[in-house]
């Protein structure tokens, strides 16, 4: 079987022209997204590395964990069904076990991809990456290679190091979601000392700056918060006009979890001259657009405008 991640070489990405606005500021995306369809953007680069261990080390499952819209455990039933390993997902919310109907389309997705799903209490996933809970884990999956949420690890950020070639030292500016914080780790360990990381929270935390902290010892980022849009998985009427106009204008996709508040972001802050004249942009397109499905199942249900899929 043929591997999607074994190969010495690093996979580079296309940049692709998205505007300009004043001050000669241009903006630029990096197509992630265009990487392998079923597992694309930063969790390709996440796994990568977890999956050669898990090869090296002869490992029977990965494990790992997400809530029921989880673009992680979409990937990794993926990867695991391309790689022929099989795969386990702790998902929040005992009350989904019974309930096959009102799985989302994500999970369902990763049960047709052969994802063995243990849904488990909130309270109890709450304590998932408690030492007692992993070491028990451990003990009862002992042939598991047991990956975290989100899939940020020190092989994530290695693989997220990967992101930026050698041809990105042109931008100024490199600019991407934040959930976990691997990417964006991945981003600044690989950046130049003339260039500035800026993340876009994508969720109400006051944590992600410390867990930056934690895991590169770079000094050339800032996170933004000011467009998570009221949390994680949050929305409005003004984001998702905003994800349709950007797909009619450019037929670039966003979804509504991450990249389409990164770029909201980003046009708002050009708008307001907040980039210093003749900046250049590049904007890292992390993927997730297995997500827009279920949102729009979501906003079906309020009766709310939807995502446009198709031109």
């Known amino acids: 079987m043929n591997s999607i991640f074994q190969t010495s ?3 580079v990405s296309e940049n692709q022209f998205v505007a300009e606005f004043s001050n000669s500021v241009t903006l630029y995306i990096k ?14 680069r996440k796994l990568k590395y977890s999956l050669l261990k898990a090869s090296e080390l002869k ?20 990867a695991g069904k391309l790689e022929g390993i ?42 998932k990456d408690s030492e007692a809970f992993l070491n028990q884990l451990e003990s009862q999956f002992p042939d598991a290679m047991i990956i975290p949420e989100g899939g940020t690890s020190e092989l994530a ?15 100024h500016y490199i600019c991407t979601s934040v959930g976990t914080g691997g990417t964006m780790a991945g981003l600044v360990n690989a950046s130049l000392s003339h260039q500035n990381i ?22 050339n980022w800032s996170i933004n918060t000011d467009y998570h849009f009221g949390g994680y998985a949050k929305t409005s009427a003004e984001l998702i006009q905003f994800i349709n106009d950007f797909f009619r204008k450019t037929g670039i996709k966003l979804d509504p979890v991450y990249t389409g508040k990164l770029l909201f972001g980003i046009f708002d802050l050009a708008q307001k001259d907040y ?13 997730g657009l297995q997500g827009i499905e279920g949102m729009n199942v979501r906003l079906r249900k309020k009766a709310q405008p939807q995502i446009i899929t198709e031109l």
């Not at 197509?31 to 390709?44: A, H």
Request: with cysteine; glycine share 8%.
């Open 31 to 44: 197509r992630e997204d265009l990487l392998y369809s079923e597992v694309s953007g930063n969790k390709f």
């Open 86 to 127: 099989s795969t386990i997902g702790f998902i929040r919310g005992d009350e989904l076990e019974f309930q096959k109907e009102k799985w989302s389309p994500t999970l369902k997705y990763a049960d047709s991809c052969g994802m063995k799903l243990t849904f488990i209490s909130r309270e109890a996933y709450r304590d």
């Open 157 to 171: 950020i290695k693989g997220c190091e990967e992101i930026l070639s050698e041809t990105d030292g042109e931008y």
């Open 198 to 219: 800026l993340g876009f929270s994508a969720l109400k935390s006051e944590h992600l700056s410390e867990e930056i902290k934690r895991m590169t010892t770079n000094m």
């Open 9 to 11: 070489e690093v996979i």
């Open 59 to 78: 490992k029977d499952y990965l494990l790992t964990f997400g809530g029921a819209h989880s673009n992680h455990i979409a990937a990794t039933a993926a």
């Open 275 to 287: 980039f210093p004249k003749g900046s250049k942009i590049l904007a890292i397109h992390t993927g």
